[in-house]
T-cell receptor, first 114, second 113 residues
Framework: GDSVTQMEGPVTLSEEAFLTINCTYTATGYPSLFWYVQYPGEGLQLLLKATKADDKGSNKGFEATYRKETTSFHLEKGSVQVSDSAVYFCALSDTYSSASKIIFGSGTRLSIRP | DGGITQSPKYLFRKEGQNVTLSCEQNLNHDAMYWYRQDPGQGLRLIYYSQIVNDFQKGDIAEGYSVSREKKESFPLTVTSAQKNPTAFYLC????????????FGSGTRLTVV
């Protein structure tokens, strides 16, 4: 079946540092790819998405490019802020099942130091 | 504004009691999902429903039950058979379009004492 692997955390950076969180996937078809963010005590929010190869999703200074040749969807931000501290989940739409399910990675906790 | 409402935000129950968590959406989404999240962990799928009056077990359905009598509502009952019910429970919904993604509720934190 389809799967998502993302880098383990926690990731700790200083404010204004460059961020990369790696995500790779395995899929039999052509999934849509997503990044979700979860702030403490809250539900998940869709951060950005890409629906086909070479698409770039972007939101709030975060970017990720759908790379079919490397089966990757790495999350990047040029200058992080303390308010970016959260857990980030990479995910893909299940291409194996007939149901419209999403498969989530295990999450990466990001902490930003002032 | 459309969205998903989970209630209550915090719930305390005594061991051995059944408890029902509410999930309501006004997004007109066909599919709804329940996930469990333990501290520092990822999401685990409990149950999901693609249409009214139909639902399927996820990866950890034992000790849980659901119903889907209305499109807007997908309540989750945590039964006394669930051995470790203390967790954060998240409800989500989605339309049939796989590229849309999920919309999540704000979660219910259940503590069993």
């Amino acid at each position: 079946g389809d799967s998502v692997t993302q880098m383990e955390g926690p990731v700790t950076l200083s404010e204004e540092a460059f961020l990369t969180i790696n995500c790779t996937y395995t899929a039999t078809g052509y999934p849509s790819l997503f990044w979700y963010v979860q702030y403490p005590g809250e539900g998940l929010q869709l951060l950005l998405k890409a629906t086909k190869a070479d698409d770039k999703g972007s939101n709030k200074g975060f970017e990720a490019t759908y790379r079919k040749e490397t089966t990757s969807f790495h999350l990047e931000k040029g200058s992080v802020q303390v308010s970016d501290s959260a857990v980030y989940f990479c995910a893909l739409s299940d291409t194996y099942s007939s149901a419209s399910k999403i498969i989530f990675g295990s999450g990466t906790r990001l902490s930003i130091r002032p | 504004d459309g969205g998903i409402t989970q209630s209550p935000k915090y719930l305390f129950r005594k061991e051995g009691q059944n408890v029902t968590l509410s999930c309501e959406q006004n997004l007109n989404h066909d599919a709804m999902y329940w996930y469990r999240q333990d501290p520092g962990q990822g999401l685990r799928l409990i149950y999901y429903s693609q249409i009214v009056n139909d639902f399927q077990k996820g990866d950890i359905a034992e000790g849980y039950s659901v119903s889907r009598e209305k499109k807007e509502s997908f309540p989750l009952t945590v039964t006394s058979a669930q051995k470790n019910p203390t967790a954060f429970y998240l409800c989500a919904s989605s339309p049939p379009d796989r590229s849309y993604g999920y919309t999540f509720g704000s979660g219910t934190r259940l503590t069993v004492v």
